[in-house]
């Protein structure tokens, strides 16, 4: 629409304002359409002629930078049910992080649900979210035309996937055919910059296995110091040493732990953190055990990484014991992870604690025992938050009720003071992601008698979770 247009368009305007007929300051070619018709026709036409123009031809054009994005694309799971959006709504509004806002939605992906784009999406840099929103990653990431998910990842078209997707395909190859996701791996992984490159290599971590270690040997000269750390981290998990030097000073981590010998019949070798002097020597301490790995701490002192951790006094110094947790964690053999974990977790009580440093490299069997046992033992309900990649919808009510609990809990919810009911909260907000449809019914009513209101958000994904129950999550193994 022109000047003239829009200035007689102004014109009608202000005649119908005014409350006068407009018909004599119409432009001549509506003058043509309305002119056949009664006076008050005449104005009816010109008001649905100036309407049409208004909603039409007065729309602000388009910028010229914005550009049309693809639908979202549809995922492997059904959408949740409308009734249970509000208290999916409730329970993401009620996590405190983006650690509880993702145990929010694996739960209802436990459950063979997603959520609705407007309740919840991830955002292009999501790295915790459950592979079935890889798509929506990718196309949050970019305003073209997606790869169907259904099309195999090859040297070939490479470039036509997101990166997303690439983590998805390449995660289901190495499960199945874990040398040809590490030579696609190999033969893309260097073209790619060093934020891309590193969760890639992380991906070795699938299925590792000996095959693997020239590979990962291959990295010691990579650009990027994350990746060749990685590297040498995935190395000790397979026993093998990584590249020496100042970049690794295992020998002056040994100078922090003693050696000594216990029994008297079957004698045994043992070791121990050394009494640190300083803060700063303790700081310098905590550096070194995240540097190095344990099979070359172990072969410092002579001896396999499962003597090692066999003859470590834990208790002795509780900073070490999680230090060295850690370094399990980070660089020890599956073997000597299980190994561990087993071992810890049969102690019970404080020790089985640090087995939740490893619950990301525990199998679900592992997982759930150490679970069972912090329930069991009922001590430090509150470390169940600590814990980290543990499946969700699991815990029945046979365990919740195992051992003292509930005791516990109605006691911290029940208390004058505000930190032992806060602590209390948590763990009610834990149970929510951990426990069965059925256990969390039951767990509601059990926690509102103790006194937790009713309206409390605490208890939001625990009704989540009650509410559930079309497709309820496989049975306890």
């Not at 694309?73 to 049910?81: D, F, Q």
């Not at 043992?270 to 790995?293: D, I, V, Y």
């Amino acid at each position: 629409m022109n000047e003239l247009d829009q200035a007689g368009l102004a014109r009608l305007r202000d005649g119908w304002i005014s409350g006068g007929a407009a018909f004599e300051l119409a432009p001549a070619e509506w003058k043509e359409v309305a002119a056949a018709s009664s006076p008050d026709e005449q104005e009816r036409r010109l008001l649905a002629i100036a309407a049409q123009a208004l909603d039409v031809a007065l729309r602000p054009a388009a910028p010229k930078a914005l550009k049309r994005r693809p639908p979202l694309p549809v995922l492997a799971l059904p959408m949740l049910p409308d009734r249970l959006r509000p208290p999916l709504r409730a329970a993401l509004k009620q996590a405190a992080d983006a650690r509880r806002k993702a145990q929010v939605v694996k739960l209802i992906a436990s459950r063979g649900f997603v959520s609705h784009p407007m309740d919840w999406m991830p955002a292009a840099s999501d790295q915790t979210a459950p592979d079935v929103y890889a798509p929506w990653i990718d196309w949050q990431a970019s305003a073209e035309e997606e790869r169907l998910s259904h099309e195999k990842l090859t040297l070939q078209n490479w470039a036509e996937f997101y990166p997303a997707a690439r983590r998805v395909a390449l995660a289901g190859m190495r499960r199945i055919e874990p040398a040809v996701a590490r030579l696609l791996i190999e033969a893309k992984g260097p073209a790619e910059t060093a934020e891309v490159r590193l969760p890639l290599v992380e991906l070795i971590r699938i299925g590792l296995g000996p095959d693997d270690a020239p590979f990962l040997k291959s990295l010691a000269t990579d650009r990027s110091p994350k990746v060749r750390e990685l590297a040498g981290r995935m190395l000790a998990m397979l026993g093998q040493h990584g590249e020496g030097g100042a970049d690794v000073p295992v020998a002056e981590l040994a100078g922090f732990i003693e050696e000594g010998k216990a029994g008297f019949i079957r004698r045994r070798t043992t070791f121990g953190p050394a009494k640190t002097k300083s803060h700063a020597q303790e700081q310098r301490r905590a550096e070194l055990f995240e540097l190095c790995n344990l099979v070359d701490l172990a072969a410092r002192f002579g001896v396999t990484e499962i003597d090692f951790i066999t003859g470590w006094q834990f208790g002795t110094d509780n900073n070490a014991d999680i230090l060295l947790s850690r370094m399990v964690a980070a660089s020890g053999s599956d073997a000597v992870v299980a190994h561990m974990a087993d071992t810890l977790v049969a102690a019970g009580g404080k020790p089985a604690l640090l087995v939740l440093h490893l619950a990301p490299r525990l199998d679900g069997g592992r997982q759930r025992a150490l679970i069972r046992q912090i329930v069991k033992d009922a001590q430090f309900p509150a470390a169940l938050g600590q814990a980290q990649g543990i499946e969700a919808g699991w815990l029945g009510w046979d365990d919740l009720s195992n051992g003292r609990f509930l005791a516990v809990l109605r006691d911290g919810i029940s208390a004058k003071e505000d930190p032992p009911r806060r602590a209390a909260e948590d763990v009610v907000e834990t149970i929510g992601y951990l426990a069965t449809a059925p256990a969390a019914a039951r767990f509601i009513d059990e926690v509102v008698a103790a006194g937790l209101p009713p309206a409390s958000p605490s208890l939001s994904l625990l009704r989540l979770n009650a509410a559930l129950t079309e497709n309820p999550s496989q049975s306890d193994r």
